[in-house]
């Protein structure tokens, strides 16, 4: 019921930004259900880790590897969040999934509720 429409990928130079963007449409039941958003990346041969998530009271989270770097926030008239992504590094360079989790639901790769289809990031040195 709830798509999640991701946004903002591509390639860029070390040290460059980019910014994501997920927005999440459905029924107001099913919009209403979601109580965070945020993003997750994976390479090959890895396992997809969250990168951040915020819920829709705005607590945060980033993984330590972002932190610093990266800023997540939402619009939740337009159930949309962003992710800026700054001083982006090779390592960054993952398809990046948009996901959302439901109220009383810990925040985690593996509860998520709805995935988006992923973005590509590319960051080349």
């Known amino acids: 019921q709830v798509q999640l429409l991701e946004s903002g990928g591509g390639l860029v130079q070390a040290g460059g930004s980019l910014t994501l963007s997920c927005n999440a449409s459905g029924s107001i039941f099913s919009i209403a259900s979601i109580n965070a958003m945020g993003w997750s990346r994976q390479t090959p041969g890895e396992q997809r880790e969250l990168v951040a998530s915020?819920?829709?009271?705005?607590?945060?989270s980033y993984a330590d590897s972002v932190k610093g770097r990266f800023t997540i926030s939402r619009d939740n008239a337009k159930n949309t969040v962003i992710m800026q992504m700054n001083d982006l590094k090779p390592e960054d360079t993952a398809v990046y999934y948009c996901?959302?989790?439901?109220?009383?639901?810990?925040?985690?790769?593996?509860?998520?509720?709805?995935w988006g289809q992923g973005t590509q990031v590319t960051v080349s040195s």
């Open positions: 915020i819920t829709r009271g705005g607590s945060m």
């Open positions: 996901a959302s989790w439901s109220p009383r639901t810990a925040v985690g790769v593996t509860t998520v509720r709805y």
